[in-house]
């Protein structure tokens, strides 16, 4: 059984050396993202044992819940550039199929 790719997963030794150093741009803003909105969390939470912190302690849970919603949004513009980036191949191959 075929395993199946996603949208625009081209492997590594086929991407261009533009393609290969943007996933990695967007690997890592994808990673500070997610360690930004954890630490949001865990501060966020530490603040809700005082009465005097909840009111940050709320803005901090907002903001990583900003930053949780932001990694889909890296997703998705790093598959869009790639497309636009000239990686057709595996979408064509999608669409025929």
């Not at 790719?5 to 997610?34: G, S, W």
């Not at 900003?66 to 057709?88: C, H, Q, T």
């Amino acid at each position: 059984m075929a395993q199946k790719k996603r949208l625009f997963d081209t492997p590594k030794h086929e991407q261009t050396p533009e393609q290969r150093r943007f996933v990695a741009l967007t690997e890592i803003a994808y990673t500070v993202v997610d360690f930004g909105a954890a630490f949001c969390f865990v501060i966020g939470s530490i603040f809700f044992f005082y009465e005097s912190l909840m009111i940050p302690g709320t803005w901090l849970f907002l903001i990583g819940s900003v930053l949780f919603a932001a990694k889909p949004s890296i997703r998705l513009w790093r598959e869009l550039k790639l497309l636009k980036m000239g990686d057709y191949k595996d979408l064509a191959q999608r669409k025929q199929s």
